[in-house]
């Protein structure tokens, strides 16, 4: 058994809303069975899909909540409606009030991101929260932020994003110094915005508890060459939809030419193992949740559209946040980070500063 840790779910969140929610719920609890869940949400529908005596029913709690926040809902309107009754707005206050380690949700990506940062507050040091994805790769997994959070960023917002990665990387990779490449247009030192120049100059500064690598460009995300890729929401989010839709366009493209004749069908036969392994792989199903960093406390945005499989494996890492202390260790990674910069050459600080 592993460490029992409470989850927090947003019933209502996202395209599909307690259908998808609780068989999702399902899946995680064999993955994880000392789980135990809160759920937050219109108790008909609920009910509805949580057959009473099974398993997930035994250690679930429901917590009724008539108010769902819809998807095209302004940030600013969720707060004002949804502040005190909302399922998003209460599973957040689980985690605040430590009745929770986590809260999930597949909810309005800015209105989720509003109230957690209303409802936690943010870490010391960190101006503005980012989404976190893992991103596989040739080598094993990456890390890339900002997926989402924020259009734009400043120099110091880079290098927060930096920061947190690499806290982030050092939680999960059990690396000492991370691999830091920042998202450019080109690898060479003269390409790419002035924020991006700035914040590569305060990267560069030595003592850093990172490895600084230089510029990647979008090629390079897939190939493993960094341990966290720093990009700013804008970029980092059309960044992710592209290879999401690259993945299924390629696996379309393979049933295609897989099913095209007769000698087509039998070599797909004869590959099943490989192509299964392949599909495995692609299936960005199992990579479904980002992690917002910067917050005191777990929060994980799960794809609108998950289905079960997905949404489980955003629950999945929920926990595995949770279980691994990963707020703590950022917090120290954060200062530790801090501490180091504002110890180096002048420069360094105007960098970010500008």
Not at 23 to 48: C, K, M, N, Q, V
Not at 261 to 284: H, I, Y
């Amino acid at each position: 058994m592993g460490t029992p840790i409470t989850i927090a779910l947003d019933a209502m969140g996202g395209d599909f809303g307690p259908s998808v929610v609780i068989p999702a719920a399902a899946l995680s609890l064999i993955r994880h069975p000392e789980t135990r869940y809160i759920i937050f949400g219109r108790e008909d529908e609920i009910r509805a899909h949580l057959s009473k005596d099974s398993p997930l029913a035994a250690v679930s709690k429901i917590v009724h909540s008539e108010v769902a926040i819809a998807m095209d809902d302004k940030p600013s309107q969720a707060l004002r409606y949804g502040r005190w009754k909302s399922s998003m707005w209460m599973a957040l206050e689980a985690v605040k009030q430590g009745e929770a380690q986590a809260a999930v949700s597949a909810g309005n990506t800015g209105a989720l991101m509003a109230m957690s940062k209303f409802c936690l507050r943010m870490l010391p040091g960190i101006e503005r929260p980012a989404i976190a994805a893992l991103w596989p790769t040739l080598r094993s997994e990456s890390i890339v932020l900002d997926v989402g959070a924020n259009v734009g960023a400043t120099a110091k917002g880079l290098v927060d994003n930096a920061n947190m990665g690499a806290a982030l990387a050092r939680a999960l990779f059990q690396v000492e110094k991370p691999t830091i490449g920042l998202l450019n247009i080109g690898s060479e030192e003269v390409k790419g915005l002035e924020e991006i120049k700035r914040a590569a100059s305060a990267l560069k500064a030595p003592g850093l508890p990172i490895t600084y690598y230089g510029f990647v460009e979008g090629s390079d995300l897939g190939k493993g060459v960094v341990d966290v890729v720093v990009t700013e929401g804008f970029a980092g989010n059309i960044a992710l939809k592209t290879a999401e839709g690259t993945a299924k366009q390629i696996g379309a493209y393979l049933k295609a030419a897989m099913t095209r004749s007769l000698m087509s069908k039998l070599g797909a036969v004869l590959a099943q193992g490989a192509f299964k392994a392949l599909r495995a792989k692609m299936d960005t199903r199992t990579m479904n949740g980002g992690m917002f960093l910067g917050l005191n406390g777990v929060v994980i945005k799960s794809h609108g559209g998950a289905d079960a499989v997905g949404f489980a494996s955003a629950i999945d890492l929920g926990y595995d946040m949770a279980a691994s202390g990963l707020v703590a260790d950022i917090q120290r990674g954060v200062e530790s980070f801090h501490n180091a910069l504002q110890a180096k050459p002048e420069q360094a600080l105007k960098a970010v500063a500008q």
